[in-house]
């Protein structure tokens, strides 16, 4: 191979393969592969947030004309699923089959699915859904964590407590710490729910392909987990059951758990049994959508901060509070994230820390872009800037003395991984800062002219950290293989295939793979093509989550190349390397001490950030980000400074305009006219991505994850300028002008 950068390779900004497809609508999504054969799948959800089923009849349903079948928990051989653990029925029935741990009589969720129906059209599985017939009997609902701490009612009595995981951290002495702070900072902190608004609602089609297999062809985020929990609940091994992911449409983490993967296996299973050879085909609507997957988790957290005069952290305190909703999807792993983050990115020598993932009726949370990390963040630096204040002392500088560094010990009482670049980040966001902001007149309301009397300004920052792949000793791994072709008598191959599983969620993944294949192999991009997401020809690859995605495909690629060349100097044709890279192991934290490694690489960020309020109507508008982040070793800059802008934009409706509300277990606002995502002409004015190359040690080329890291210090960047503008601190958000105007009239 040659030592040369490939025409292509890292650190080029090429047209993405994918991009023209897209752009002109030659791409083919889920929602889009609907074959003309195609049966059509209803999904019908419980609409109930809390009872028990006492009966169900589907013959009216079965009865209708074009309706096929009906499928109901008695179709399902193993009634549940779960990412992290089994403790979701795949359908609600009358009765427990006996094949879950689980109680499947009883509706947890208003979107628990009761039944499937598969009919020659949509409009005929519409009917059919209509005219199941279903009695409840109702049954309390915990609405909130307030409601589920008392345990008064159980939403899951086979798990003993609502508060079903917890999380502690016992460091140094906290006695010690508070008698030792000259000032001390608390506050309770209201996180809100996000929807991820991906473009692509959850869709899907099911088939027997030529080989016998169960296929399912959907948008997710892991090809494997996927496979594996439908082959669970199908009770079939893994090998009769194909996944395939097309165009994805986004993900967020809102497709890392199951929606309809398994209904429709069931569906293809069952056409099978019954002698047809069709494709079943389901898409939900954008109602349906808000409605039945997970959410980013509410959360309510009371906080506590110490400090010496001269600013230097002696004690931290927190009681994390995580709405889980009904079901777990991965509040456990969020709740870790949230749980190691709310002590902020700074040298702790004192800290109390108790978290916890609570039960209650609502919708549950999961993952979503920083997965914890944001709540965790907006009480961090909501809490030091709040000390900077107390203390007049610029916030940059306070956290210039107390951050982590190389050497430094974290929360958890184990060294950093090497390589940490926070006080170079901290250094170059401020000194990109420095640069004064010309803010344009602001008209809050378009039909009104600007009154610069009215509109005052402020800046905020905020600084952070956030882990590279999965943690607390979870077996993390990825799978690659590359074939090398060429004549036997070339010195080098005149061209590549990557075969890699890594799910494409609108990031440039498959992008990146190639230009990662095209840098370790030697062989020029426009003759590197991949295979990608099929679970009958790549390996496992993990998630697209945690940030982790480039960073560990990085590494199998390499892995995977450096076993091809090997074929290829032994004169094989073509010259096939295939490889699992496995990183350092990371630790499970002490139960009573929270002592351990969670995680083996971090990503490094710190944001500054400029607005304008107009304090007669609380309208804020963003004037300009600073996001500066240390990405290692960029694999293609335009797609980093997009992933930069994509989150920014993504955490300003977290912070400024989105309000799921959900009361007694019901959304209200199931809708895109009633919850506001930002429009083109809400978005902030200016984004500067500061984009810095510290190489990981461990990360292939050098690279660091960073797809979560821009969202993560946004929301107590703008909150602190918002301060700084109108000297009123909000602990809850969206900052919505009803929210502002009322914060600065009690002020």
């Not at 017939?133 to 915990?142: A, D, S, Y």
């Not at 006695?175 to 608004?197: F, R």
């Not at 940059?396 to 929360?411: A, P, Y």
């Amino acid at each position: 191979m040659t030592n040369e950068t490939p025409v292509g390779g890292l650190g080029h900004s090429p047209i993405r393969f994918d991009g023209e497809a897209k752009v002109t609508g030659a791409a083919r999504y889920p929602a889009d592969s609907v074959p003309l054969s195609a049966l059509h799948a209803k999904v019908v959800f419980s609409n109930q947030p809390h009872a028990r089923m006492t009966s169900l009849s589907i013959d009216a349903a079965e009865a209708i004309e074009g309706v096929l079948f009906v499928l109901t928990a008695a179709d399902v051989p193993v009634n549940e699923y779960g990412l992290t653990m089994f403790d979701q029925p795949v359908m609600i029935g009358v009765r427990d089959t006996g094949r879950s741990a689980v109680p499947a009589d009883v509706s947890r969720w208003e979107a628990d699915k009761i039944a499937v129906v598969v009919a020659e059209t949509a409009a005929a599985a519409q009917a059919g859904a209509a005219a199941i017939e279903v009695t409840w009997e109702q049954l309390p609902i915990v609405a909130d964590v307030a409601t589920a701490r008392s345990d008064d009612v159980l939403v899951h009595p086979e798990a003993g407590s609502n508060s079903y995981h917890n999380l502690k951290i016992r460091k140094g002495d906290i006695e010690a710490g508070w008698n030792s702070a000259d000032v001390v900072i608390e506050g309770t902190y209201e996180l809100p729910y996000q929807e991820h608004a991906y473009l692509q609602v959850e869709a899907g089609t099911a088939w027997i392909d030529d080989k016998g297999r169960i296929t399912v062809e959907t948008g997710g985020q892991w090809t494997h987990e996927d496979r594996e929990q439908i082959a669970h609940a199908l009770d079939l091994p893994e090998e009769s059951v194909r996944v395939i992911y097309a165009a994805i449409g986004g993900a967020f983490g809102g497709k890392e758990d199951m929606t309809l993967q398994i209904v429709l296996a069931l569906a293809a299973k069952r056409l099978h049994t019954e002698g047809i050879d069709r494709p079943v085909h389901c898409a939900w609507s954008r109602e349906e959508s808000i409605v039945g997957h997970h959410k980013r988790h509410r959360a309510t957290i009371h906080a506590k901060l110490g400090a010496t005069a001269d600013g230097m952290i002696t004690a931290v305190e927190a009681d994390v509070w995580l709405d889980a909703g009904a079901y777990n999807y991965t509040s456990n792993k969020v709740l870790g994230n949230a749980h190691l983050s709310v002590g902020g990115a700074y040298e702790i020598p004192n800290a109390r820390i108790d978290s916890h993932a609570v039960y209650t009726n609502a919708v549950p949370g999961g993952a979503f872009r920083g997965f914890g990390g944001p709540q965790g963040a907006f009480v961090a630096e909501t809490q030091m800037n709040k000390l900077a204040a107390a203390l007049d002392m610029d916030p940059v500088e306070l956290r210039r003395q107390n951050t982590l560094r190389d050497g430094s010990e974290g929360i958890s009482m184990a060294l950093l991984p090497a390589g940490v670049t926070l006080p170079q980040v901290i250094d170059a966001c401020a000194h990109a800062a420095s640069e004064p902001v010309e803010a344009a007149p602001f008209a809050p309301i378009a039909s009104l002219p600007a009154d610069d009397r009215s509109v005052v300004h402020g800046r905020g920052f905020a600084a952070g950290y956030k882990n590279v792949g999965f943690s607390f000793g979870f077996p993390e791994r990825c799978e690659a293989e590359i074939h090398l072709h060429g004549d036997a008598g070339d010195d080098a191959p005149t061209a590549a295939e990557v075969f890699h599983s890594g799910a494409e969620v609108g990031q440039g993944m498959h992008q990146a793979c190639l230009q990662m294949t095209a840098q370790a192999t030697g062989v020029p991009l426009d003759s590197v093509s991949g295979t990608f997401s099929d679970t009958a020809h790549t390996g496992d690859s993990g998630s697209a989550s945690a940030s982790r995605l480039s960073w560990m495909a990085g590494n199998s690629i390499l892995g995977a190349a450096e076993e091809a060349e090997k074929a290829w100097r032994d004169g094989q044709r073509p010259a096939i390397g295939k490889f699992r890279f496995t990183p350092p192991p990371t630790e499970t934290l002490d139960p009573e001490t929270g002592a351990g490694q969670p995680n083996f690489a971090y990503g490094y960020m710190a944001q500054s950030v400029d607005v304008s309020v107009d304090v007669e109507t609380g309208h804020i508008r963003v004037d300009r980000v600073i996001s500066t982040h240390d990405v290692g070793r960029a694999i293609n800059p335009q797609l980093v400074k997009g992933q930069v802008e994509g989150a920014v934009v993504q955490a300003h409706g977290y912070v400024m305009s989105e309000n799921l509300v959900v009361e007694d277990g019901r959304i209200k606002n199931p809708r895109l006219s009633q919850y506001l995502i930002p429009g083109i002409g809400d978005v902030p004015e200016h984004v500067e991505s500061v984009i810095l190359e510290l190489a990981d040690p461990l990360g292939p080329w050098g690279v660091r994850g960073m797809a979560e890291m821009p969202y993560i210090t946004y929301a107590p960047a703008v909150v602190a300028a918002v301060h700084d503008a109108t000297g009123v601190w909000f602990d809850e958000f969206p900052l919505t002008p009803s929210r502002v105007l009322a914060g600065i009239r009690s002020s």
